[in-house]
């Protein structure tokens, strides 16, 4: 026997070298990019359950479920209000076309986009729901995850106060429907402290500055740098909170007349509202802002009490009506259309989600009959067959966390 | 994970703390007598008022508890504030305690020699890596930081770098250690700060704390 040659050496250093290869580059096979993660279950199967209840109710109002791909090119996916999502956007080369595509950061735009372009002659207003997951190039703070599922409805082509109503409503409805306790919604009203800081000729650097200052609600700042503009403002940021309270606060400020028009816009929303939500916390935040960017009117933030995070968001916004530019020629756009939604985060809706008991889960020993099973699947059981004769049954039910298993043809608790 | 029904907040460890418990006493809350115990290891505190606990945490550790929601309210520096920029802070309330500012320090050759047009790059110790660099690069200059927890004032002096970013309170320390205020980035106080859903969801029990805290501020003025 050859032990010498150039193979044998090579086999003989081989189980070290790939210790070693391990040792170097310490990649753990269950270890996941940054921000990802694998659900397990029964959270997955929970995920599912909740997104399929919330599109069910969604379905139930009028909102037909859409399904946009997970890609587009570049150019459509961040045109127009969609640069606000630039910075987030995991891009590619796609070796087809040989042009960028980029994987969706948000799926309220996509759904714009099907609305103005291939539902375009669908009667309005048009109401669409979906669902689906969503990639970002770096979470939040808050949100380290960077792929997150959403689910929302769109209600495109109403400028009517009552299409804002209805969103909001039906957010709360579905949210109430799938047991979050404590919902909370914040009204807001983006385009209000531009419409005061153009009255007032504060712009440039100076409105930028406080409005970072307002999104802190950084009460020294605004009083330090605000200038003709710091009296009003501070009492707008004062006046954040419950409702009522808050739109009777506004009304004692004097607001130039373009602001006057929004607050009478919400304070006949915030009625309707509470037609449909009498039970529904509202509160008001005039001065908020961020990520706000392409909202055009009433919009708001959908909380639960002693969550961290928010459970959604949505607002009043244009859908279509921006040029797009193709690369060969700029297509006419189609008509701007008033639009309002909204859009839930799955993770943090589960995480305010009380969850009742698992349902039963019963051990059918081997060669128990098929019908058996049928039977008890109908009746709402979980069944978990045994594929092979075991010595003791109850035991194996403990092992495969079944809390039942099937004896005399009865389920028994184990 | 559902958050604490009770309020919660947290203080700051340290040079602030005096100053703010004779302002907790004008808002009318007591910490119970264990809080006083600069030994004592309990890190939790409860109060005269049912349903508000307080907690005594590292400066830094305020705003990232507030942050994360699990203080409702606290009380910090806008310097950490500025470090962090923790988008669910809300700082409604300058409480006009622990009062300084922030400033780049350094030798005085430094200041007399330097011409600060002809920078690109800049080596600067400091505890707060993040303003450092987005205030050279406001001005065209890249800021490589050391961050360090503490002592800055010894690094221009063995050599480690030549200028400092740090909070200067009557600028004993600097001149201690033979340097000089070269440049003032920001004014710097004590701050109550909320958790933003918090406030949405709470708005008239952390209303009424905002409130108090005001008037407190108000009757020391």
Not at chain 1, 149 to 174: F, K, N, T, Y
Not at chain 1, 254 to 273: F, N
Not at chain 2, 116 to 142: C, D, L, M, N
Request: charged share 25%.
């Amino acid at each position: 026997m050859a032990r010498s040659g150039p193979l044998e050496a090579f086999l003989a250093r081989e189980p070290q070298t790939r210790y070693f290869r391990l040792m170097d580059d310490t990649l753990h096979p269950a270890l996941l990019p940054h921000g990802l993660r694998d659900i397990l279950p029964p959270d997955a199967r929970i995920e599912a359950d909740t997104v399929e209840r919330l599109m069910a109710i969604l379905g139930h109002h009028g909102y037909d479920r859409v399904k946009p791909p997970l890609v587009e090119f570049e150019s459509s996916l961040l045109d127009g209000p969609g640069a606000a999502m630039t910075h987030e956007t995991f891009r590619l080369m796609d070796p087809i076309s040989h042009r960028m595509i980029a994987v969706r950061a948000d799926m309220t735009l996509q759904i714009a986009r099907i609305a103005t372009t291939r539902l375009v002659k669908s009667p309005r207003p048009l109401r669409l729901s979906y669902a689906g997951q969503v990639l970002r190039v770096r979470g939040s703070q808050l949100r380290p995850e960077r792929q997150v599922g959403q689910v929302g409805a769109e209600l495109i082509g109403s400028a009517a106060p009552e299409a804002d109503a209805e969103v909001v409503a039906l957010a709360a409805e579905a949210l109430n429907a799938i047991g979050v306790p404590g919902l909370s919604v914040d009204l807001t009203l983006p385009v209000l402290v531009p419409v005061i800081l153009q009255a007032l000729g504060v712009e440039g650097r100076a409105a930028e500055q406080l409005r970072a200052a307002l999104d802190r609600k950084d009460a020294a700042s605004i009083a330090a740098i605000g200038g003709p503009s710091a009296e009003m403002l501070g009492g707008l940021m004062a006046a954040a909170g419950p409702a009522d309270r808050t739109l009777a606060a506004i009304k004692a400020i004097a607001l130039p007349d373009g602001a006057q028009a929004q607050v009478a816009a919400l304070t006949e929303i915030v009625r309707l509202i509470r037609e449909r939500a009498p039970d529904l916390m509202l509160t008001i935040d005039p001065v908020e802002n961020r990520g706000f960017e392409y909202h055009t009117g009433v919009s708001f933030t959908i909380f639960a009490r002693n969550i961290r995070g928010e459970l959604g968001r949505g607002g009043r916004y244009v859908a279509g009506g921006h040029q797009t530019e193709d690369g060969y020629a700029k297509r006419a756009a189609p008509e701007p259309q008033p639009s309002t939604g909204f859009t839930l985060y799955s993770d943090t809706v589960l995480r305010a989600l009380k969850f009742g008991p698992q349902p039963p889960r019963v051990l059918l020993p081997h060669g128990t009959d098929h019908a058996t099973g049928v039977e008890l699947r109908a009746a709402g059981w979980i069944t978990v067959a045994g594929l092979e004769p075991v010595a003791d049954d109850v035991a194996e039910a403990g092992r495969l966390a079944c809390s039942h298993v099937l004896i005399d043809g009865k389920p028994t608790e184990v | 994970m559902r958050g604490n029904e009770t309020l919660v907040l947290a203080l700051p460890k340290g040079r602030i703390l005096k100053q703010v418990v004779p302002m907790l006493a004008r808002t009318g809350v007591e910490i119970e007598p264990e809080f006083d115990d600069e030994n004592s290891r309990q890190l939790r505190f409860k109060t005269n008022i049912a349903g508000l606990d307080v907690i005594r945490v590292r400066n830094f550790d305020v705003a990232t508890f507030v942050a994360f929601g699990a203080a409702h309210l606290g009380i910090a520096g806008n310097d950490v504030l500025m470090e962090f920029a923790y988008p669910e802070i809300y700082a409604p309330l300058d409480l006009k305690v622990g009062q300084c500012h922030m400033s780049v320090a350094g030798p005085p050759h430094l200041l007399a020699t330097d011409e600060p047009t002809r920078w690109s790059h800049v080596r600067v110790a400091t505890k707060y890596p993040e303003i450092t660099k987005r205030y050279f690069a406001t001005r065209g200059v890249q800021a490589e930081c050391i961050k360090l927890n503490g002592a800055m004032e010894l690094a221009p002096l063995l050599g480690l770098c030549k200028r400092i970013v740090d909070l200067v309170q009557t600028g004993s320390t600097l001149k201690a250690n033979g340097l000089v205020e070269i440049e003032r980035i920001a004014e710097i106080s004590s701050r109550l700060i909320v958790n933003r859903p918090a406030l949405k969801t709470r708005p008239d029990e952390i209303g009424e704390w905002i409130r108090r805290f005001e008037a407190a501020v108000d009757d020391a003025a």
